[in-house]
């Protein structure tokens, strides 16, 4: 299993459904790998009973977007976890150009649990929050 306070990269190829009328990869394609990030890490750095036991949702995402990328490239998401309050949890996400590991686009997300038998939000276990989030002093 993944450490959930380590950063997690996550390898992606530009298919051609991803590229936009200007010829680079659309802005809500990035977006979308922002999530798949998010979601591949969540399963490398849990078990199965606690991916069973919380559902994720976003709550904001921040994202800026620095340089296109083609249908060429090859990307890596990087993602690592940031703070927490008491129920969003924050992400940080680098979208990277495999070849040169120039940032095409950054973003903030904040994420919050849901308990998937009643679609609410819902406090996690002390453990997961501890694996999750990082304090201001670390």
Do not use: C
């Amino acid at each position: 299993m993944t450490l959930a306070t380590e950063p997690f990269e996550l390898d992606i190829r530009v298919t051609p459904d991803d590229i936009d009328a200007m010829g680079h990869v659309n802005n809500i394609v990035y977006l979308r790998w922002v999530q798949e990030a998010a979601t591949a890490h969540w399963l490398a750095a849990t078990t199965a009973e606690e991916q069973e036991r919380w559902l994720w949702v976003v709550s904001r995402h921040e994202i800026e977007y620095k340089r296109p990328a083609f249908e060429q490239d090859q990307i890596v998401a990087r993602t690592w976890i940031g703070g927490a309050d008491r129920m969003r949890f924050e992400r940080h996400t680098q979208l990277l150009r495999s070849s040169d590991r120039k940032v095409l686009a950054q973003a903030r997300t904040l994420w919050v649990p849901i308990d998937p038998a009643t679609g609410r939000p819902t406090q996690v276990s002390d453990d997961l929050r501890e694996r999750f989030s990082v304090s201001d002093t670390d």
